[in-house]
């Protein structure tokens, strides 16, 4: 079955460091992929997503590059605020299913 | 705000029992979705609706049932509580069926936080 891996958290980072969470995945078919993010005491809203493969996904300076070849859709940001700590959540869809397939979630903590 | 509203936000209750958690759907969405959200799980899709018909059941446990009613809000009945049962409950809504032949986003609520004791 469909299935995504995250690297475990918590991440920690001062604030206007580089930041990697990375996902990797295994589906059937083609899948879109996409990261959500979950604030404190929130629900979860979408960050970023891509269709298919070299597909980039890009907001609020976050980014990530679908990788058909590794099966991966790191996420990136080049310099993190403290805003940014959340709980940032990979998932795929494929054609055939009417869910969300989500990563455990990775934790980031960015201080001053 | 996502536009999802849910309650209550918060519950505590003994084994055993029976809860009713309730969602809003977004104005105009007809397809709605919960997960569950656990410690040791993770985010576990559970059932979705479309306009009050059944589209797809994830990992749903018997003790477990939901319904959307013609107003389109939703109801996650969970009864016979045990300790494991204790989750965040999020619902989702979309502007599709499949949740991805428009926009590919899910809008989610804040979650019911459910304690059993």
């Known amino acids: 079955g469909d299935s995504v891996t995250q690297m475990e958290g918590p991440v920690t980072l001062s604030e206007e460091a580089f930041l990697t969470i990375n996902c990797t995945y295994t589906?059937?078919?083609?899948?879109?992929l996409f990261w959500y993010v979950q604030y404190p005491g929130e629900g979860l809203q979408l960050l970023l997503k891509?269709?298919?493969?070299?597909d980039k996904g890009s907001n609020k300076g976050f980014e990530a590059t679908y990788r058909k070849e590794t099966t991966s859709f790191h996420l990136e940001k080049g310099s993190v605020q403290v805003s940014d700590s959340a709980v940032y959540f990979c998932?795929?869809?494929?054609?055939?299913?009417?869910?969300?397939?989500f990563g455990t979630g990775t934790r980031l903590q960015v201080t001053l | 705000d996502s536009g999802v509203t849910q309650t209550p936000k918060h519950l505590i209750t003994a084994t055993g029992q029976r809860v009713t958690l309730r969602c809003s759907p977004r104005?105009?969405?007809?397809?709605v979705y919960w997960y569950q959200q656990s410690l040791d799980q993770g985010l576990q899709f559970l059932i979705q609706?479309?306009?009050?018909?059944?589209?797809a059941k994830g990992n749903i446990l018997e003790r477990f049932s939901a319904q959307q009613f013609p107003d389109l809000h939703s109801e996650l009945n969970l009864s016979s509580l045990e300790l494991g049962d204790s989750a965040l409950y999020f619902c989702?809504?979309?502007?599709?069926?499949?949740?991805?032949?428009?926009?590919?986003?899910?809008?989610f609520g804040e979650g019911s936080r459910l304690t059993v004791l």
């Open positions: 104005s105009g969405d007809l397809s």
């Open positions: 609706y479309y306009n009050g018909e059944e589209r």
């Open positions: 589906a059937t078919g083609y899948p879109s």
């Open positions: 891509a269709t298919k493969a070299d």
């Open positions: 998932a795929l869809h494929t054609g055939t299913a009417s869910k969300l397939t």
């Open positions: 989702a809504s979309s502007d599709s069926p499949s949740a991805f032949e428009a926009t590919g986003e899910l809008f």
